[in-house]
Nanobody
């Protein structure tokens, strides 16, 4: 059974930083893609960043230069380092993963995403 465990959300002031972590368990072989989506109240879900087992990365334009996605293959963990946070970054952040996919495919929802985390809240106050 594949499971995604997220951590690292919280409340910060505008300009602050947070790092989210997502550890995948129950999946031990083959290529994969992992990434982050977010959903703010009253808004549609949107992709934030994605990375795959080949190290390819995709970012949403609105986080480029502020957010960094990285991974520890040995730990099957993906990180989202968020700097210069803005109030508009306030949302529930969800980790997503699947097998045999690329970062761009996951980010663009071009493939079915079978595994989701429970979500972690990020709140940025002005």
């Amino acid at each position: 059974q594949v499971h995604l465990a997220e951590s690292g959300g919280g409340s910060v002031q505008s300009g602050g930083s947070l790092t989210l972590s997502c550890a995948i368990s129950g999946y031990t072989t083959g290529t994969y893609c992992m990434g982050w989506f977010r959903r703010a109240p009253g808004k549609a879900p949107e992709g934030v960043a994605a990375i795959d087992s080949d190290g390819r990365i995709t970012y949403a334009d609105y986080v480029k230069g502020r957010f960094t996605i990285s991974q520890d293959n040995a730990k099957r963990t993906v990180y989202l380092s968020m700097n210069s946070l803005k109030p508009e970054d306030t949302a529930m952040y969800y980790c997503a993963a699947d097998a045999g996919c690329s970062a761009s495919a996951l980010f663009g929802l071009l493939v079915p995403i079978n595994y989701w985390g429970q979500g972690t809240q990020v709140t940025v106050s002005s």
